[in-house]
Every structure is written in C-alpha cells, then in structure tokens.
C-alpha cells in the first residue's frame, strides 16, 4: 500500500467503567483532564498517491450504527468517501460519500442504496456530519452540523447483519484502489467516532406514530412509523447515537473529539483506537474551536 506512518491517537482503548460511579462526573474528569492535550486533524490529498486512515481493530458483526465526523474539503471536483467498510479489500459492506460538487450524501449497506439525501456542502468550511441505522425496522437519519437532515427507512435492509472481521477505512474506497486517484477526500477530517448503536428510540419505546412524505434526493419515503428522538430530556435517557450526534458537535473538545460514551460500544475512538496513515496523510495540531479547526 506503499509508505504509511502509524499512529496512536491514545494509550488505550476506552474500558467499562463501574456503575456506583455517576458518568456526568466521569466524563466531566476526564474533559478536564484532557483539556491540556493538542487536538489533531489529519489532512488528506489524493493528488501524487491515495491517502486514507485504517483503524486498527476486529470488527463484530454489526445491527446498528452511528458515526460523526468533521471535515473540511478544499476541493469537492469528485466524490469523498467519508466512511468505508469492506472485506478483502472488494466486498463492500457499508460506504457512504459526499457526491461531487457537496450536492448529496449517499449511505450504502450490503450493495443496497438506503439514503441519497440532497445537501449544499461547500469547499473551505467545515461540516459535522452524521448518519446513524438500525437493522430492526431498517431506520436511518443524516444530521449535518447537529440538524437533522434526512430520515427514514429502508424495507431491504431490515434484519440485515453486516459481517464482521473487514476493515474500517475514511478517506478512501477501500476497494478502489484499481480506479485511479480521482475520489477520496481533499482536505481535512477531525473526530471520526463509531458507536454500534442508533440514534433512534427502541420501538417499545416510540412516540405515537404518523405518516409522512418527502424527497431524500433521489427516492420517495412514505409512511415513516417513528420519531427520531430530539426533546430536551435527560441526555442519560437518551439513544448513544443520538448522544454522539449531539456531543461531537456541541462539545467537540470532550475527549480531544472522543466524547466519552458507550464503552465498548464505542467501536471507534477518534483519540483512543489504533489507526494507520497511509500515503502521507499527515498529522496537524487543531484549534479548540468546534467548526473552525
């Protein structure tokens, strides 16, 4: 794959903590402990050789999902890859892009399209980006800088299990690297975060339920049976998901971009999961500003 550098953004990954501590102090420690710690972005190009990031971990089979990052493209003439999961380098599993020109973002599970949602992303500024599913009744929701974008669901992937034991990769189509240099992201990404769980309420747990219609972009969803959760409840009630969705966005600095959330749920840490640079992706020291990194 040519030259890489490796990193470790943290010491350990995140472990269980005990339940006769409160979290809200847990988390309040450990943002302050952290707050004297650099925050990194990394930069990415395409243009001379592919650069992408490689998380470092085995991956179980997964039912639901949400993800977060920040980027910022300087140039959006092709599609940027913001979250791929493939297996032996060709079987796709999970990807999703900005489209180019920042006019969609599209979530592919198991080859079946689930969202193509119309957006306004523009070169030389940041976004917080977020999708999350659930294979239950196939639910999924984008947000884009903490606004709830899109939603709804996706008869063919419900009940679906992605596999696990492939590899998680931003930056890149992982299984791509036959097709030139042409997409991939250009510019930079802060806060990548995974959790294997969705934003979404249990469905025994559901508001009352109500119909709608609308464009995602490319299809229309009807009959949508469920609410995203957004009242201003107790933040410990409410989905991981939709939790990561809010903190990374508010709160960027918790964790140096990690909120600390989940446990092991928390599949991915942008500060405390291995993760490989490959093709010169370099590392950069970022502002403690949420959106102007």
Request: a negative charge; glycine letters at 10%.
């Amino acid at each position: 794959m040519g030259n890489y550098g490796f990193i470790l953004f943290g010491l350990a990954m995140f472990q269980c903590l005990g339940v006769s501590t409160p979290r809200r102090s847990i988390e309040e420690k450990r943002f302050q402990e952290s707050r004297g710690t650099p925050m990194h972005k990394v930069q990415l190009t395409q243009k001379g050789y592919i650069q992408f990031l490689r998380w470092e971990l085995a991956v179980p089979e997964i039912a639901e999902f949400t993800f977060c990052l920040w980027m910022e493209s300087n140039d959006l003439a092709h599609a940027h890859p913001i979250f791929s999961y493939s297996k032996e380098e060709k079987d796709r599993l999970v990807r999703s892009w900005i489209s180019p020109r920042g006019r969609s973002i599209h979530l592919e599970i198991g080859g079946r399209r689930v969202l193509a949602a119309s957006v306004d992303i523009l070169e030389n500024r940041w976004y917080h980006l977020c999708l999350s599913w659930e294979n239950q009744a196939g639910r999924y929701g984008l947000w884009v800088n903490g606004q709830l974008q899109a939603e709804g669901r996706s008869d063919e992937t419900r009940s679906h299990a992605i596999p696990g034991g492939g590899d998680i990769v931003l930056g890149q189509e992982y299984t791509d690297f036959d097709k030139g240099l042409d997409d991939g992201i250009e510019g930079s990404v802060f806060g990548f975060n995974l959790l294997l769980a969705s934003a979404f309420e249990p469905l025994d747990r559901r508001e009352e339920p109500f119909a709608s219609s609308y464009a995602t972009g490319a299809t229309e969803q009807r009959g949508i049976d469920y609410r995203i959760s957004n009242e201003p409840r107790d933040p410990e009630e409410q989905p991981l998901g939709y939790r990561l969705v809010k903190l990374s966005y508010v709160r960027c600095e918790i964790g140096r971009g990690s909120p600390f959330i989940g446990g092991p749920l928390m599949l991915i840490s942008w500060t405390r999961t291995p993760v490989r640079m490959f093709g010169g992706a370099t590392l950069k020291n970022a502002d403690n500003d949420c959106g102007n990194f």
